[in-house]
């Protein structure tokens, strides 16, 4: 059966090629329509150049390519090895995809900054090259420079990493003319999407190719000089708008503690870097300083996996009242509150080793606790109340009242641990505890 429009496949004659649609019924594809589609594609990849989110990774090839002094021959393989880039990052996003597609999800173009870990990991990667192009980092054959190398480099790696990144910082990215082309892809055989991923790829890759062929366009460039060094470090904020774009995507997804410790991790890394690039001469403390940098940056990927699996939590606590405690009690359910505030790290701290984990929250079912949060970022009469009646003058402080109305509440130690709250819960459960104020 043909239906209308271009992106189904009406046309006049020609043999078509038949590609299941989302509804399951069959749509065919003339050689005439997919051709209409591929230069679609083609105009949205190439309209992907003027996009913010990738002027800044464009920029600094095109800024190496300003200074290089190579053969005709030289300039058309830096071209082609990065259009060899962008269009295997394209084919790479589009199998990844079709695969979650043939799987049941709902994948579609950008579906990769869905995941916290990627976003935080590319907020990361931009920090670190906008340190670097304002001077504060300085590169070497460290493991630290292994990222940077991959696209600074001059040679055809370079530029085929260029165009590795260049795809992957455009995937947020959709134009006017790359839309209909994309939703028309993901109704299609492998094949006939992959195709379009194909053409898409070729067409933002296609002013780095042209510039690399066209003596014309090559001579408009300016001759290298003084000015090089001012616009690097100009193209440092770019990249920092980025990262600041990235975090924030990052707080949609996870919240403010999410933000919070990527922001950590983002201090971490640069002091992992420092580390770096100014270790001693004695030998024992070189080392020590290498592994100690070097662990910094396993941290700072901690801390993104760390923020990830606690974006869900803010969902399983309500606000505090002494009269919501009283009503939950009366009901026979036991209760926990945390005590809190933004502007408190051991807070923070807490909540992310101990109060977030999926351990605590299986405990917190299986005793059908209650979680109450009181929130002291603002200043609060009524929290101040309770504080001192528990003898703080401020927070953390972690109560636990057992379901039993007439039972004393258990005070837990400022710095928590997993085990130990579910060691307390239950405890609490159980009537084992006798604590007092």
């Not at 209308?4 to 004659?13: D, I, N, T, V, Y």
């Not at 606790?369 to 927070?395: H, M, Y």
Request: a neutral charge; charged letters at 10%.
């Amino acid at each position: 059966m043909e239906t209308s429009g271009p992106a189904s496949g009406a046309g006049s004659g020609g043999t078509g090629i038949a590609a299941g649609s989302p509804s399951g019924s069959s749509t065919t594809v003339t050689p005439g329509n997919l051709l209409f589609i591929w230069l679609l594609a083609a105009g949205g990849g190439l309209i992907l150049n003027l996009m913010p989110c990738v002027f800044p990774v464009l920029s600094l090839k095109a800024l190496s390519f300003a200074a290089s002094s190579g053969s005709n021959h030289s300039h058309h393989m830096h071209g082609w090895a990065y259009t060899a880039g962008v269009v295997v990052s394209f084919l790479a996003a589009a199998s990844l995809i079709l695969i979650a597609r043939a799987a049941g999800e709902s994948a579609g173009w950008g579906f990769q900054l869905q995941s916290p870990v990627f976003v935080g990991f590319m907020t990361y990667l931009f920090l670190i090259m906008g340190l670097s192009l304002s001077g504060m980092v300085h590169f070497g054959s460290s493991l630290m420079g292994l990222g940077q190398g991959l696209t600074a480099n001059s040679g055809l790696r370079g530029s085929f990493f260029t165009g590795i990144l260049a795809a992957v910082v455009a995937s947020p990215c959709t134009g006017p003319l790359m839309a209909p082309a994309l939703g028309f892809a993901l109704t299609q055989t492998p094949l006939v999407a992959l195709s379009v991923f194909i053409a898409l790829g070729l067409g933002m890759a296609f002013p780095f190719l042209l510039l690399s062929y066209s003596p014309r366009v090559a001579q408009l460039l300016p001759r290298p000089g003084q000015w090089m060094i001012k616009l690097k470090e100009l193209l440092a904020f770019p990249m920092y708008l980025t990262a600041a774009w990235l975090l924030y995507v990052f707080g949609r997804q996870v919240g403010m503690t999410g933000v919070f410790f990527l922001s950590i991790g983002g201090v971490v890394i640069a002091l992992s870097i420092w580390m770096f690039q100014n270790l001693p001469n004695r030998e024992w403390l070189r080392r020590t300083q290498q592994f100690t940098a070097a662990g910094a940056i396993v941290l700072a990927g901690y801390l993104i996996y760390a923020s990830e699996s606690i974006r869900d939590e803010s969902s399983n606590w309500q606000p505090f009242s002494e009269d919501r405690v009283a009503a939950l009690r009366s009901e026979g359910r036991m209760v926990f509150v945390d005590f809190t505030a933004d502007w408190c790290i051991t807070c923070k701290t807490n909540k992310m080793v101990a109060l977030s984990r999926e351990g605590f929250l299986e405990a917190v079912d299986q005793y059908n606790v209650a979680l109450l949060q009181a929130d002291w970022t603002d200043e609060d009469p009524d929290i101040s109340k309770v504080l001192q009646s528990f003898n703080r003058s401020g927070v953390p402080l972690y109560i636990i009242y057992p379901a039993d109305p007439a039972a004393e509440p258990l005070v837990l130690p400022q710095l928590l641990t997993q085990n130990m709250v579910i060691t307390a819960l239950a405890k609490a459960a159980t009537g084992e505890i006798i604590a007092s104020k």
